[in-house]
Antibody
Framework: QVQLVESGGGVVQPGRSLRLSCAASGFTFSSYAIHWVRQAPGKGLEWVAVISYDGSNKYYADSVKGRFTISRDNSKNTLYLQMNSLRPEDTAVYYCARDLRGGPAPIKGTFDYWGQGTLVTVSS | EVVLTQSPATLSLSPGERGTLSCRAS??????LAWYQQKPGQAPRLLIF???NRATGIPARFSGSGSGTDFTLTISSLEPEDFAVYYCQQRSNWLPTFGQGTKVEIK
């Protein structure tokens, strides 16, 4: 079955960096775009970034552009999110989520499988 | 950025009742709208995509309708496990955005 498992969350001071990972199994990882979506405590969902199946295309929300970098290693079935210059407002549970559409077709932007999330807390 | 407004914020219903949730977009998104269910401490689950298509394994009591700017998620007869928060989400103009959520609670 499709599984996505996030790791790397924790408590970090403002201005510092953190790298999240998302390990995938149960499907052909290299055939799907993967997204990061976050949820601040008690709040709604916010899309963060997406990377295409082959890593050639990446898109970011304005709120993280220039600070966060999404990447993937298809040989390891793993997605990453490098988060730099962290701010208190980045505090959230970060989910990785698979795009509904696989293959070289354009990214669909609908999320059919989600991990359980990893909590990032930015606080001094 | 397309803003999605969900109503009502909270819907109080009894098991077996029909639930109707609304989502309005600030500009047309065609049929590029999805619905998700989220229970406390869990990740969201995809229910409906492209406005009216049920995702794999989703019971037939969940249905979606609408196009353009006005969309509806209907739960025909609420089961105990359906009490949760529901989010709509659009993906047009390549910036996915979510509504603020509707909480369906037990009356």
């Amino acid at each position: 079955q499709v599984q996505l498992v996030e790791s790397g969350g924790g408590v970090v001071q403002p201005g510092r960096s953190l790298r999240l990972s998302c390990a995938a199994s149960g499907f052909t990882f290299s055939s799907y775009a993967i997204h990061w979506v976050r949820q601040a405590p008690g709040k709604g969902l916010e899309w963060v970034a997406v990377i295409s199946y082959d890593g050639s295309n990446k898109y970011y929300a304005d709120s993280v552009k220039g600070r966060f970098t999404i990447s993937r290693d298809n040989s390891k079935n793993t997605l990453y999110l490098q988060m730099n210059s962290l701010r208190p407002e980045d505090t959230a549970v970060y989910y990785c989520a698979r795009d509904l559409r696989g293959g070289p077709a354009p990214i669909k932007g609908t999320f059919d499988y989600w991990g359980q999330g990893t909590l990032v807390t930015v606080s001094s | 950025e397309v803003v999605l407004t969900q109503s009502p914020a909270t819907l109080s219903l009894s098991p077996g009742e029909r639930g109707t949730l609304s989502c309005r977009a600030s500009q047309s998104v065609g049929s590029s709208l999805a619905w998700y269910q989220q229970k406390p401490g869990q990740a969201p689950r995809l229910l409906i995509f492209d406005a009216s298509n049920r995702a794999t394994g989703i019971p037939a009591r969940f249905s979606g309708s609408g196009s353009g700017t006005d969309f509806t998620l209907t739960i025909s007869s609420l089961e105990p496990e359906d009490f949760a928060v529901y989010y709509c989400q659009q993906r047009s103009n390549w910036l996915p955005t979510f509504g603020q959520g509707t909480k369906v609670e037990i009356k």
